[in-house]
């Protein structure tokens, strides 16, 4: 069976850093590209960032860029998530995705994680 | 960046109609169109791909169509299970956006 499972999420204070990871199972890890989405309360859908299969071609949505930092360990099926700089805006639950199709930069995705919960509040 | 526009944010109808849902990109995609479906307090799921292509394991009353700017999901036969907030996702390059969702409730 296909599974994502997200850790790292908690109660950050504005300006502070999280890292979170995700740990995937079965599939062949190092084939797909992966994304982050996320969901701010009551909210829609946000693209985050994604990473290509081997990990080396990174994105990153502009909300994030230069404050948070994908990375992936395909000796480990591990997706990870550095977050620093963190603003209230970045409170949302964090999923986790697996791309649907073994292209080489992200798509769509089919599989999700059940998320991490990121709150930022002093 | 490419932005993508949903219309209506939201949606009633009752049981049994044909319900569409549009979806617009500032800038032509191609066919490089998803379509999610997210449930309350669930995770979203992936319905329809490629614009038209169905999802393993989804209804066929779910269907997609259109190509570069302008995309519809149409659901022909409303079912209570379908209430939900449907999602646009544009998937040709990163940022992949999404739309801000439809809300579709029965009537």
């Known amino acids: 069976e296909v599974q994502l499972v997200e850790s790292g999420g908690g109660l950050v204070q504005p300006g502070g850093s999280l890292r979170l990871s995700c740990a995937a199972s079965?599939?062949?890890?190092?084939?797909?590209?992966m994304s982050w989405v996320r969901q701010a309360p009551g909210q829609g859908l946000e693209w985050v960032s994604g990473i290509s299969g081997s990990g080396g071609s990174k994105f990153y949505a502009d909300s994030v860029k230069g404050r948070f930092t994908i990375s992936r360990d395909n000796s480990k099926n591990t997706l990870n998530l550095q977050m620093n700089s963190l603003r209230a805006e970045d409170t949302a639950v964090y999923y986790c995705?697996?791309?649907?199709?073994?292209?080489?930069?992200?798509?769509?995705?089919?599989?999700w994680g059940k998320g991490t919960t990121v709150t930022v509040s002093s | 960046d490419i932005q993508m526009t949903q219309s209506p944010s939201s949606l009633s109808a009752s049981v049994g109609d044909r319900v569409t849902i549009t979806c617009r990109a500032s800038q032509g995609i191609g066919n490089y169109l998803a379509w999610y479906q997210q449930k309350p307090g669930k995770v979203p799921k992936l319905l329809i791909y490629i614009a038209s292509a169905l999802e393993s394991g989804v209804p066929s009353r779910f269907s997609g169509s259109g190509s570069g700017t302008e995309f519809t999901l149409t659901i022909s036969s409303l079912q209570p299970e379908d209430v939900a907030t449907y999602y646009c996702q544009k998937s040709n390059s990163a940022p992949n956006t999404f739309g801000q969702g439809t809300r579709l409730e029965i009537k």
């Open positions: 079965g599939f062949t890890f190092s084939s797909y590209a």
């Open positions: 995705a697996k791309d649907h199709s073994s292209t080489y930069y992200p798509t769509c995705m089919d599989v």
